[in-house]
């Protein structure tokens, strides 16, 4: 059998008789560690042993590490057939070469026993005066950058070994919850002569002295440090309550339509103006638009903000099996195509023209007509360049002319079409955005509109009674200074 024992969390007191019984009397004892304050008293006890330290040193990262571990340990039973594994603390509290070890024993059908132990949980809970029942979260120093925080329970960081996890630390802790938040650094906790707590700032935490293998951070909860992601649906749970705003209760899906794509819109014109603030508050308001139909959705019974996120993140997976399931390394011409091959086929689409339907009427119409056509020329409808895309544009042009002064308005609205599209195609072919270009013709206009009129004040004429002559000689004015 493999027994794996707790050492406590560093304080000799912590030892159980449990645990001090086992290091007596058994036999091939290893250690993950040697670095811990009860290891003198256990040599006073005569024990004999093992350390593993030496793999720390010979290995490049911690996972590297465990692994070895868990795969040493194995290898050692298999020679006596009995064994004890101890570690720092509790066996089962974040030690990853315990878990490991483990799931060794289970997939080998190895018997292992564990022997309880105070944990450095419990020593932070006693040191700090904290009550568990308020919630607490535990996590893993080394993994704080996949970790998510939470202003509403304590947490612990363990394993903040060193200054360069204290900065991953420090960094990860301010982008939440601002450098000049207060938390606790815990040194040795529950160890006397050994023990330093300090209450400190988050951008303090890798400028401590004392950090070392045995230094924890706890982080208080706090309701009102900061608003985040629950806060939000929360609000808008409110809103949509019995007590809410009349104004939010009355929404539907149908009628906030119109206000999705107004809020789209004023994010485009803040990235335009490059006003940082800008962006920030309309993005806020575009989410809050995808948290509003979320909130309908769960009152209808139909889904709610899980579902959407769900959703989505099963979608980014599904069409980047480049990136999830490492297939391979695409252009990013071939991202793009791998991903139109994967749409077609989640929507079931048996005919190119579906793909040409798919593409939504309710999109500005040359941002409709661009993306008909790329999807169009993906499968060879398309000039081979732009010379037959330019000749187009003027053949469409003489249709026009030779129908404008028809009364027949539906030929005229479809030649008018026509050379709109023509004149999409080529914009296409030189790789300029259609929108953006007659956005930036239309704001030419204005200026140079606004030259106009104010030459024409200064001269103590109103445009009204300007003639399109006397205008047009400022339009071109305007146009040289520019």
């Known amino acids: 059998m493999i027994k794996i ?29 040697e670095k811990h304050p009860t ?36 290898k050692e039973y298999d020679k006596s057939k009995e064994l004890i594994y101890g570690v720092p603390g509790h066996p089962l509290v974040a030690e990853k070469s315990v878990s490991l070890i483990i799931e060794k024993c289970e997939e080998m059908n190895i018997d292992y026993e564990i022997v309880p132990a105070v944990s450095f949980i419990d020593a932070m809970m006693e040191s700090l005066k904290i009550d568990p029942i308020k919630g607490m979260k535990i996590l893993d120093a080394f993994d704080i950058g996949n970790s998510v925080l939470d202003k509403r329970v304590g947490i612990v960081l363990t394993q903040v070994y060193d200054k360069y996890i204290a900065s991953d630390v420090k960094l990860k802790l301010a982008e939440y919850y601002g450098d000049d938040y207060e938390v ?14 300090k209450k400190i700032k988050i951008y303090e935490i890798d400028r401590m ?3 070392d293998y045995l230094t924890s951070l706890y982080i208080p909860s706090k309701a009102e440090i900061i608003y985040d992601f629950n806060d939000l649906t929360e ?18 899906h149908e009628s906030l339509k119109k206000y999705l794509i107004e809020e789209c819109y004023e994010v485009i014109d803040a990235i335009d103006k490059d006003d940082i603030d800008k962006i920030i508050e309309e993005l806020g308001d575009v989410l809050l638009q995808v948290i509003f139909h979320a909130q309908i959705g769960k009152e209808e019974g139909y889904f709610n903000i899980n579902d ?8 980014m997976v599904r069409r980047h099996p480049h990136i999830f399931n490492k297939k391979a390394d695409l252009t990013e011409s071939e991202v793009l195509t791998n991903w139109e091959n994967i749409k077609k086929e ?34 060879g409808f398309d000039w081979e360049n732009i010379n037959p895309a330019m000749e187009k544009v003027i053949e469409e042009l003489n249709e026009i002319k030779d129908v404008y002064k028809t009364n027949n308005r539906s030929k005229i609205l479809d030649e008018m079409g026509d050379l709109i599209f023509a004149c999409v195609n080529v914009s296409r072919f030189l790789n300029i955005n259609p929108e953006e270009a007659l956005n930036s013709t239309c704001d030419k206009f204005i200026r ?31 146009k040289n200074e520019e």
């Open 5 to 33: 024992i707790g050492l406590g969390p560093g304080s000799v007191d912590s030892l159980t008789l449990g645990t001090v019984n086992e290091l007596k009397n058994g036999k091939n004892i290893f250690f993950r560690t």
């Open 184 to 197: 606790y650094f815990v040194r040795a906790a529950g160890v006397k002569g050994l023990e330093v707590i």
């Open 39 to 74: 290891i003198d008293y256990i040599k006073d006890l005569n024990v004999d042993y093992k350390t593993l330290d030496h793999f720390y040193n010979e290995l490049d990262s911690f996972d590297e590490v465990y692994e070895a571990i868990s795969n040493e340990i194995i």
């Open 308 to 315: 959407i996120i769900k959703g989505i993140c099963e979608k």
């Open 235 to 252: 609000i808008m749970e409110e809103l949509r309550g019995e007590d809410g705003c009349q104004w939010d209760r009355n929404q539907t």
């Open 209 to 211: 002295e004392e950090i």
């Open 448 to 478: 140079r509109f606004s030259y106009i009129e104010e030459q024409a004040n200064k001269k103590g004429f109103k445009l009204e009674s300007m003639s399109l002559e006397e205008m047009d000689i400022l339009w071109e004015e305007a």
């Open 346 to 379: 989640e929507k079931g689409f048996s005919k190119h023209s579906e793909g040409l339907e798919d593409v939504p009427k309710v999109l500005p119409s040359l941002m409709r007509a661009e993306k008909i056509q790329k999807k169009a020329a993906k499968v």
